[in-house]
């Protein structure tokens, strides 16, 4: 066996070369060529050896440290040990690989290292040390590459002059003094064992250098394409992959040239974003939100046929999810949205006895793992024995996800090979823990260690697709028979060099037989391999981006040793030798857009001739509003509400696209949270104490009735504020609707009005005129509360939580407040006048309506105390004539063909978006407004910031 040993070239090919005869013998001496690295040759070494074992899982080593660590306590990490052991752990036990890689053997007497404790540490652990595979009961620690190579040198030293190695000759790529001493060290072993040690014959040229810059990815991704498609001699192209190639890759595929599929370098890969996901979802306290990504947790390939898989089958996800937008918390109890959605699926499961009560038995088990049966966690540490029934779930769901049955699954090689890095992933996380042999953990510490053990390699569906060229990640590895090289992304990587030890550490090591290496000795190693590497080709062309991603690159530091050396090679081309200079002369240096001269495109000997193509302008359109010639009966409602009647005089054309066709948002399944959340809260505990009788009949609900109904709601409508951080603003809330109800129901009762009911739904045939012919339409909704006077007057109150209550002052008196109207207009009359119909802002504890005994702010109406007198000016139930023609002029030119969103059309014909604030604009919408009240009907100048289809409208900006 011959072998090619470069410091740099583990990630090269495997390359083998075999001379053979006529009749197929091997004639050459050498035999196999193989080209690697350290860790390649180490593995070449323990083959030869016998030595070889299965692969290292480091997290499990890092368990196996961290508990050697905790048995030794050294009073050095001690502190930092109690605060975060993994991670302490982690740190320590790379810094005793490298002190045993570098040749380190730690000494018994504990005052060696008196003087440096961080190696007194290091030393204390190491005595506790017993290697050995992880199924060896009596070791502590399983081998790393460290004590890999450390028994190779042993053992070569001992057996290797008799022991049949294979290897006839070794052929350095590197100076032999150049590399780190443990590597000098085994190969002159290796020469005392008779294997022939030879270094390679630097290459003398330097290549001709091009380096192409451009202000970012994608202008400098469209030149590297263009040469690529065009390039002559593939066959002697090798190409730098600097980088990710994702932008290069869409480039090169719209010129039908082959991709390179290299992908963006990521700490995890997305599986491994499966476990941390779960963990979030099951452990106390719950967050709905993180219960919300578990549930749609789906994974498969982009545009791909297939649907794509879920963690937790729709059947069960879909249901549940339903419960969680309802009532945003998970309670036990039985009028909760989460157990009727529990209840229901358990029906269900008897009329399909085979796949509706697995679809039972798998929401239960779910139930089980979030609410019934959560992992113990107290006082910030989990119980480890309470987590092992979650990870057997997973692990049973993930196994039943990878033997899906069906050409759907084994159609999608990407979601396969997702499962089975997620179920990595999982496998070396139960590893990890059971090296602890401890019961709890913190639970910080058990993300961290679900972090370490994810998937390193960058799970992606970017595709290489065959060329003739090789592709290769760092210049080292560029292969002697090239002759072009092409550097896409040739920016400085993220990957230097740094100092471990301390000068008087490395000095103590060194009396322990560590020879440690500097950083600027192996970032002195790395570039002249690089170097090397480049030098193989007679042609470079870099092609560099100045911004990645919005940061500022800088060229690759090799470049610059490059220069140095072109400046000696033709000392009479350069005005100066400097690095900057070389670098900056207009024969290496080209930008983008100068590759481009009258109509044709050069560089480096390609030269095209290009179309100038006049930009694409995409034009704002300057009305919204749309007339179609027939006829649309179809798209008239059979049902309306409040909230489809206010659509209906703001934004028809919304209403046509939203109710008729069904255009909704892609959130269906957001949990509320915010205000949202707040109001629903406040509304289940009106509906409580109104339904159980103390806030009826005259009753009046005590402070503490009130605070025990908020905190047993808690977890059902609002458990983000059970979470840790949330405990001031649960206490700011929770005051806030005790005195906010406590004043409702004291007004109520001081007015003279006596609850009846809460969240009431109510139905109403509403007789409308459309296109001429009489329809009837279905009005319902639900009421917040009901309630009479003595006379038998009803009163309907509309409970609000808003940051603002102008907004509803406003809505009265303009004549907006359709919710009140409709509310006025759908309740038998009882009494004298209309009935009240009022809005209660609960974060302000106030009411809003016409009524000045109840809101001392309206002064519009006639006194509150007369209640028998003329209806006040400005009452919602006078607005109903106008609500009725607006809704009747919208659906007629709905039916018509005539969809108007007449907001819409001024933001359009002034050409500004939404966000923007304009006098003129709300003159306009004014005008409109007027016009449609001079008719008799009614228009809604509803904010269109708020509406969903201002993209769709083509006037938030984008007018794609």
Known sequence: MHIKFGWALDRAPWRSQNSVDSTGTTTSPAGTTVVTGPL??????????????????????????????????????????????????????????????????????????????????????????????????????????????????????????????????????????????????????????????????PHSGVPELTVVRGPDEWSTAEGAARWLSNAPDRDKLCIIAGGSTTVLDHELAR?????????????????????????????????????????????????????????????????????????????????????????????????????????????????????????????????????????????????????YPGDAMQAINNTSDFISEATSHLNSFREALAQLHAEQLRVRELFDIADV??????????????????????????????????????????????????????????????????????????????????????????????????????????????????????????????????????????????????????????????????PETTTPPSTISRSLDADFTHLLPEKLSFTQIEQLLSDPLGWTLERAIGVTRGFSSEVPTGNRMIGTFVHAIVEDLVSRGVATKGALPTTQVIAEAFDRFVPRFASEMLLSGQKARLGTIRSTVLASLTSLFTALQNRGITLTGAEAAFTHAWELTIGGSPRTVELGGMRDLEGTFDDGRPAIIDLKWSNSGKRYRTMIDDGEAVQLSVYSRTTESGGDGNPLTAYFLLKQGRFVCTDSALDPDFTGGADGSDDRGSDPAGDPAGLWPRIEAGVEHALTKIATGDFESLSADVYADFGITPEEKNTDLNKEIKAIKDAATEEGRLFIDKPQRFSAFNIIYGIAGDHS
């Open 453 to 614: 053990c994810a998937p390193a390699t960058p799970h992606t569906t970017a595709e290489a697709v065959a060329a003739k060229w090789t592709v290769v990640s760092e210049p080292s590895e560029v292969p002697d028979d090239c002759e072009t090289i092409l550097w896409w992304s040739s920016h400085r990587s993220d990957g230097e060099e740094t100092e471990i030890w301390d000068p008087e550490e490395a000095v103590a090591l060194l009396r322990s037989g560590a020879q440690i290496s500097s950083a600027a000795e192996r970032e002195r190693l790395r570039q002249a391999a690089a170097l090397r590497g480049l030098r193989h080709a007679t042609t470079l062309i870099c092609f560099w981006p100045e911004r990645i991603r919005g940061e500022g690159t800088s060229l690759h530091p090799v470049l610059s040793r490059l220069a140095e050396e072109i400046a000696a090679v033709y000392p009479d081309r350069f005005a100066s030798k400097g690095v900057d200079a070389v670098l900056g002369d207009t024969s290496i240096a080209r930008s983008v857009p100068t590759l481009l001269e009258t109509g044709t495109w050069r560089l480096c000997g390609f030269s095209t001739t290009l179309d100038e193509v006049a």
């Open 40 to 201: 390649g040759f180490l593995g070449v070494l323990q083959t030869r050896l016998g030595t070889t074992r299965p692969t290292v899982n480091r997290p499990v080593r890092i368990a196996q440290y961290r508990s050697l660590m905790a048995e030794a306590d050294h009073p050095w990490y001690r502190r930092s040990f109690a605060t975060d052991p993994w991670n302490t752990a982690h740190h320590l036990l790379r810094l005793r690989d490298d002190a045993i890689e570098a040749g380190w053997q730690a000494t018994t007497d504990p005052d060696d290292y008196a003087e440096h404790p961080r190696l007194d540490a290091l030393a204390a652990v190491e005595r506790l040390v017993r290697l050995g595979p992880d199924h060896d009961r009596n070791a502590t620690l399983v081998p790393g590459r460290a004590d890999d190579l450390r028994e190779v040198l042993t053992l070569i030293r001992h057996h290797g002059p008799n022991w049949p190695l294979g290897i006839n000759t070794i052929e350095l790529q590197d100076r032999q003094t150049d590399l780190p001493n443990t590597w000098q060290t085994i190969l002159q072993a290796l020469a005392a064992a008779g294997v022939t040690i030879t270094e390679a014959s």
């Open 255 to 403: 010129r039908g040239t082959p991709t390179l599929g290299i992908a963006r370098r990521s700490a995890i890969s997305p599986s491994g974003q499966v476990l941390p996901v779960f963990l979030s979802a099951i452990l106390p306290p719950t967050d709905i939100r993180r219960v919300a990504e578990f549930l749609s947790l789906s994974f498969g390939a982009p545009n791909s046929e297939a649907s794509a898989k879920t963690l937790v089958p729709r059947s069960v996800s879909t249901p549940l999810l339903n419960a969680l937008t309802t009532e945003p918390g998970i309670s036990g109890d039985p009028d909760s949205a989460w157990v009727r959605a529990l209840r229901d699926l358990h029906n269900q499961a008897g009329t399909e006895p085979v796949t509706r009560a697995k679809t039972a038995e798998t929401a239960h088990n779910i139930d089980r793992l979030i609410r019934l049966s959560p992992p113990v966690i107290d006082n910030d540490f989990i119980d480890l024995a309470t987590l092992q029934p979650a990870l057997d779930w997973l692990a049973g769901r993930l196994r039943a996800l990878a033997h």
